[in-house]
């Protein structure tokens, strides 16, 4: 993806520079690029032309393909953490956020949108599942002074993968507020076990979930905290479509798609420009 490109503020300055410096020299040197997806497709065409200008960047070819993901989460041998395993035994909801605790997924945008719920009288549970990142010290002290830490907000920073199996599957729906991603791949791990995703209103959650997933407004955290409450209150997912009717593909689909698009476009591709390839530093 683009993101340390298109969102700077989301890392430290020393890798905007790093993956500013590669990327220059990716549009110098590439004939073509194939993406994870339509949206980063559309955002690398775009970035190219701004680098190189419109005439030099439609002299090379841009694709994309999906990535794959497959139903192997919990095959690490390991047992259910009893404190993950706890959370499932009360009835009322869980939903569940599946990401490195990082600014980029906005985990803040979560509390503000529960905070929101809870204080409607929502009975559900937030379960925050992830590794600890970076620039996140405030988030962190934010959620260990939350006064509903281990009552209805729960986080988990070192889960098995039978852990995340288990809590994939006996969540009510995922939330996914990401600012900005390349793929999500949680949205598709959580979609393939039939769980319901709510994300952000962003192209490339849309190019993934379509009519399957519920979306909301980053703009107004009420907007994700009304779907938790119509959801709990309903029983039922507001979403256009039901997400047991989705389908995604796996990693030998996925493969067999990526050769096929590298294929295609350098049968089509006219002969590359006489150009000085430049050296990688």
């Known amino acids: 993806d683009l993101i340390p490109v ?3 503020q989301f890392y ?4 905007v520079t790093m993956f500013n410096h590669w990327f220059d020299w990716i549009t110098r040197t ?8 339509k949206t980063v497709r559309d955002q690398l065409r775009a970035e190219l032309a701004t680098r190189l200008g419109p005439e030099q960047a439609a002299q090379r070819w841009f694709d994309y393909f999906h990535l794959g993901s497959e139903l192997d989460l919990s095959g690490d041998g390991s047992t259910v953490e009893p404190r993950l395993l706890a959370l499932f035994t009360d009835p009322a909801p869980v939903f569940l956020m599946v990401s490195t605790i990082e600014p980029r997924k906005n985990h803040d945008y979560l509390l503000d949108a529960f905070d929101r719920a809870w204080a409607q009288g929502s009975n559900a549970r937030l379960c925050i599942a992830g590794r600890v990142g970076w620039k ?3 988030l962190l002290e934010r959620v260990r002074r939350h006064p509903q830490l281990n009552r209805r907000l729960f986080m988990f920073n070192d889960l098995s993968d039978t852990s995340l199996e288990h809590a994939y599957s006996h969540a009510t ?3 996914f507020p990401s600012h900005v991603e390349g793929f999500g791949l949680p949205l598709v791990e959580a979609m393939q ?6 994300g952000s209103d962003i192209p490339v959650f849309r190019e993934i979930g379509g009519d399957f997933m519920a979306y909301f407004d980053l703009a107004q955290p009420q907007s994700l905290a009304d779907l938790v409450t119509q959801m709990e209150t309903s029983g039922q997912f507001p979403a256009p479509r039901a997400v047991g009717d989705w389908q995604w593909l796996g990693w030998r689909e996925a493969s067999a798609q990526f050769v096929e698009h590298i294929q295609r476009n350098l049968e089509k591709a006219p002969a590359p420009p006489q150009r000085q390839h430049a050296d990688c530093p």
Do not use: K, Q, W
């Open 12 to 15: 430290d300055a020393g890798l």
């Open 193 to 198: 076990r039939g769980l319901p995703a709510m």
């Open 6 to 8: 298109t969102h700077p």
């Open 30 to 37: 590439a004939d073509g690029y194939i993406a994870i997806s």
């Open 136 to 138: 996140c010290d405030a």
């Open 173 to 175: 729906a995922l939330v």
